[in-house]
């Protein structure tokens, strides 16, 4: 059984940083891509950023710039370092992993809440 466990959530002012980190246990095979989305009070969950495990990398166009995915699979962790955050990054975030084909095996972690000040 995958379990992703997120930390490094809590509430800073504007402009500040913080650092998410996701650790995964559990056996998973092949390519796969982790990532990171949130989820703000009533709207949808929306990507934040991935990274694949050939290390290939998206971003929202909202956080281009200002946020930094990154994974050690060695410790089998993915890390978002959030820098410049502004008060609508303000969201639980969630860490995700995915991998395989027919079937795709998708799972989730628990979130962490990041609240950005003004």
């Known amino acids: 059984q995958v379990q992703l466990v997120e930390s490094g959530g809590g509430l800073v002012q504007a402009g500040g940083s913080l650092r998410l980190s996701c650790a995964r246990s559990?056996?998973?095979?092949?390519?796969?891509?982790m990532g990171w989305y949130r989820q703000a009070p009533g709207k949808q969950r929306e990507l934040v950023a991935t990274i694949t495990s050939g290390g290939n990398t998206n971003y929202a166009d909202s956080v281009k710039g200002r946020f930094t995915i990154s994974r050690d699979n060695a410790k089998n962790t993915v890390y978002l370092q959030m820098n410049g955050l502004k008060p609508e990054d303000t969201a639980v975030y969630l860490c995700?992993?995915?991998?395989?084909?027919?079937?795709?095996?998708?799972?989730w972690g628990q979130g962490t809440q990041v609240t950005v000040s003004s």
């Open positions: 995700n992993v995915r991998f395989g084909t027919i079937p795709e095996y998708n799972y």
């Open positions: 559990g056996s998973i095979f092949g390519i796969n891509t």
